[in-house]
């Protein structure tokens, strides 16, 4: 047995603290001599288990190889490990490179074994030192701090979403989103009369939009529109960043997004913005369907011109509705989206190039989609949009019309003027277009042109105009004055200035409506003779009622028909026929006729028959519309429908209910074609159409009216004198260069041009009327043949009257007219038994003489105060009317 003592960093395969065998003995090399072990621990004085190892057996290396290493002395840190399998501290008591290496190496590795596995009791191995690391090597992050720098910044990204998620709620819609004008049509529906907000929008519904529309918005802006979520992120990422560093605004938002920024916030472009439209857009797109998302889209998007919303601004670039837009006209307005001021081709046509280039982007894109064929495609030619009109705010004819139908909305309750306000209705008006342009270039020829800047009286000159269809009561034309944004009283609804002689009518069909009778007795119709004296004192039964109208230049016309007065418009024989009817039937007539019960010195007085009054020209045209219709009154109306987001308003009923027999309007008409054949009216015969009217001019000459109408068309035309610095009205003495203005002049002129261009392409209409003129009168039979109404005593009547006081029984005022023939030369009614004169007939035509007569002076005799004032109505103002 051999003595020799084992190695110190003897090979464990040969011998270990248990003296365990190799696995493999034939690999075992030589054992260093002492000088070479001792070299070994000087060059790595730092490697454990050399110093450190505590007394006792000491576990040693696995391998053979990492004890002997090599003659380079450079054992790799494979052999300095070993397969150490079972050998605790096996890495720790290597001394890898550096124990036996002779470059001095060493081994990192393998001296920082893991000291963890040492048996208890045992010290653990000191771990190496890794050096400092220097220069660039500083600024690189180790992949440690890199993999905590990435779960840092996902954690925080959640974080922010879930708190930004929460924290960011849908908001209302800002006031610009919302903002909408209210639009007024003509009655085809189509035709824009005015729009009277400043923000020309009128939000439509998705389903008024064609898909060929639909589908070019979404070709030009977001393809993948229905099938996307509500974020594009890349392209939000990449408009904040160029926003925060200032590179100008970037597109890229989906249609989501810029429903958004435009309904809910704002144009700003900041982070915050941003970031609200983020979360918005999340929240929404699970709100509401994509349908709705697009609906809000093409209403708030701009497309120039002042235009708002894909509705507006077909109208502004084509004149049209939406749904009459084809594909090119879609895909014009489509591109207008990408840059609304620099695409319209019209105002900037050196941008041309661009425009038609971004055109067919959008249709190549619809090509591409399936949404148009190639064939469809290669069809179009670019539309050229329409000139730039200008604004459809309240200038010209528009505010009038948009103040007469908002006061005809809220008047019958229909609306309330602050919910009017808030916009976005539609509203179709009863104006035609035809009519409407009519009407405005009839009072350009005949009334504007006429003025001159070197007249004064010409600076008071006012016009009004209205024109109702009687079958209807549609107001189907309006002319409101010069232009609204200069002058804002509307001169075809105002009402101050007296209509004068176009109220006569209305006395003549209170008349023959009610079957009235002249004071003595005779049947008022057509052919009735009245005394047209001038001056003359209007009797009552009563007596006189001291109301003494003049006629026109103080003329007298003596013994004169209803149908000549009405020609030539003798106040004298109107006034006591209103006398004769009763001012208050009169009045109820005129309203039942269409003039409002209100209006202002509709007062029963005889005074009533020459035009006091001050209805607005709306009023008189609405009135003689129930004359044109057979006496069928039916209320005017200036609206055919009204909405708001395709939702309805309902309107007020209208029912026709007859406001005078038949024959009595038609009778009155018949008289009413006489002024116009023959009358003061000859100048309306310019309309080419069998016609009727009245002519009106109201006291001092403030005022000029033409009231007609043909079986078709009833008008009103007025031309009227105001100051346009103090208000006040003006006579119209030497305006349009004429000594005198009166009805038959400038306004029945204006009638006779509008109608003839109003109605042309119709067919000319005769009047169908059943009208009954009453028997003719013998000349100079007049009221004072039989003691009635004359302001003298009539010669033939003086002869028979007593000089006696008359006894108070009351005279009979209702008896049956005689026949001509039988009536006696002195006046007196005959008796059907016989034709002399009786004691109680001289009796009765006496009575009915006017008091002021009967009790005139007599020579030595005086009546008694009181039996003089006893019954006398209190005398009226005076007026004088004039034709």
Do not use: C
């Amino acid at each position: 047995m051999s003595h020799e003592p084992p190695q110190h960093s003897g090979d464990p395969g040969r011998q270990g603290p248990e003296g365990r065998s190799p696995r493999d003995p034939s690999t075992a090399k030589p054992a260093p001599d002492a000088e070479d072990a001792q070299h070994a621990q000087d060059a790595a004085p730092d490697t454990p288990g050399a110093s450190d190892t505590p007394d006792g057996p000491q576990d040693t290396p696995a391998d053979a190889d990492s004890a002997s290493g090599e003659a380079e002395g450079a054992p790799g840190a494979e052999g300095a490990s070993g397969d150490a399998e079972g050998a605790p501290g096996a890495e720790g008591a290597s001394g890898a490179e550096g124990a036996s290496g002779a470059e001095g190496a060493s081994g990192a590795e393998g001296a920082s074994g893991d000291a963890d596995s040492a048996p208890e009791g045992k010290g653990r191995a000191k771990r190496r030192k890794r050096p400092k690391r220097t220069g660039w090597r500083r600024a690189v992050p180790t992949w440690r701090m890199t993999l905590g720098g990435v779960l840092l910044l996902a954690v925080l990204l959640v974080g922010g979403f879930l708190v930004g998620y929460h924290l960011v709620d849908i908001p209302a819609a800002n006031a610009a989103a919302t903002a909408q004008s209210n639009v007024y049509l003509y009655a085809d529906g189509k035709n824009v009369v005015a729009r009277d907000g400043e923000t020309n929008r009128e939000n439509v519904r998705l389903s008024r939009v064609p898909q060929t529309i639909r589908h070019a918005v979404l070709a030009a802006e977001d393809r993948d529109f229905y099938s996307e979520n509500a974020i594009d992120v890349s392209a939000t990422l990449r408009a904040g960043w160029n926003t925060v560093t200032g590179k100008g605004r970037q597109g890229g938002s989906t249609i989501t997004q810029q429903y958004v920024k435009n309904y809910y916030l704002g144009q700003e472009q900041t982070v915050v913005r941003k970031a609200k439209e983020f979360f918005i857009s999340i929240k929404l797109d699970r709100e509401q369907s994509k349908d709705e998302i697009l609906e809000g889209y093409l209403n708030t998007s701009y497309f120039g011109r002042n235009a708002y919303g894909i509705q507006a601004a077909s109208h502004a670039y084509y004149g049209k509705d939406v749904e009459d837009l084809d594909a090119g006209e879609g895909a014009y307005l489509a591109s207008l989206l990408n840059a609304p001021s620099d695409y319209d081709v019209v105002a900037h046509p050196e941008n041309k190039d661009a425009v038609l280039a971004r055109w067919n982007y959008v249709l190549a894109g619809m090509v591409k989609e399936g949404w148009l064929s190639r064939s469809d495609r290669e069809s179009l030619d670019f539309p050229v949009p329409v000139k730039a009109q200008p604004g459809t705010a309240l200038s010209g004819q528009r505010g009038y019309v948009v103040q007469a139908v908002e006061d005809y909305l809220t008047s019958n309750k229909i609306i309330d003027a602050d919910t009017l306000a808030t916009g976005g209705y539609r509203i179709v008006t009863t104006l035609q277009k035809n009519k409407q342009d009519a009407l405005v270039q009839a009072v350009e020829d005949n009334v504007l042109s006429k003025t001159s800047d070197e007249r004064d009286a010409d600076r008071n000159v006012r016009a009004g105009g209205a024109s109702v269809d009687p079958s209807t009561g549609h107001v189907v034309a309006l002319y409101g004055g010069i232009d609204y944004t200069r002058q804002f009283v509307n001169n075809a609804t105002r009402r101050d200035f007296q209509v004068g002689s176009t109220f006569k009518p209305f006395v003549l069909a209170a008349a023959l409506a009610n079957g009235s009778k002249t004071h003595g007795g005779r049947a008022i119709t057509p052919n009735t003779r009245y005394d047209g004296t001038n001056k003359r004192t209007v009797q009552a039964a009563t007596g006189s009622t001291g109301y003494s109208p003049a006629n026109e230049d103080d003329v007298d016309y003596g013994s004169i028909t209803v149908r000549e007065a009405t020609d030539k418009s003798v106040n004298a024989v109107y006034a006591q026929m209103a006398q004769d009817v009763g001012p208050q039937q009169v009045k109820d007539t005129a309203v039942a006729l269409g003039i409002p019960e209100s209006t202002p010195d509709l007062t029963a007085t005889p005074s009533i028959a020459l035009g006091p009054a001050t209805a607005s020209v709306l009023d008189m045209a609405s009135a003689y519309a129930t004359l044109a219709d057979h006496g069928r009154q039916r209320a005017h109306t200036l609206v055919v429908k009204i909405s708001k987001n395709g939702t309805d308003l309902p309107l007020p009923t209208r029912n026709t209910r007859r406001a005078i027999s038949r024959e009595a309007a038609d009778t009155t008409t018949s008289v009413l074609l006489s002024v116009v054949k023959g009358g003061t009216a000859t100048a309306a015969q310019s309309a080419g159409r069998p016609a009727a009217g009245k002519t009106g001019t109201a006291e001092d000459d403030r005022a000029a009216w033409f009231a007609g109408y043909t079986p078709d068309l009833a008008t009103v035309v007025a031309v009227m004198g105001q100051d346009p610095e103090t208000g006040i009205q003006k006579p119209l003495y030497g305006a349009l260069g004429l000594a005198r203005m009166n009805g038959g002049g400038a306004p029945a002129e204006t009638w006779g041009a509008y109608t003839r261009a109003a109605l042309k392409g119709t067919a000319v209409q005769d009047f169908d009327l059943e009208a009954d003129d009453g028997p003719e009168e013998p000349e100079g039979d007049t009221e004072e043949a039989v003691g009635g109404d004359s302001a003298s005593p009539s010669p033939r009547a003086s002869g028979d009257r007593p000089r006696t006081k008359p006894s108070t029984a009351p005279a009979p005022t209702d008896e049956p007219r005689t026949p001509r023939g039988e009536t006696p030369a002195g006046g007196a009614t005959a008796s059907p038994a016989s034709h002399a004169p009786r004691q109680e007939d001289q009796q009765h035509a006496f009575l009915e003489q006017p008091r002021e007569h009967a009790f005139r002076e007599q020579p030595g005799e005086e009546a008694p105060e009181e039996q003089r004032d006893e019954g006398l109505p209190k005398a009226a103002p005076v007026l004088n009317s004039r034709p």
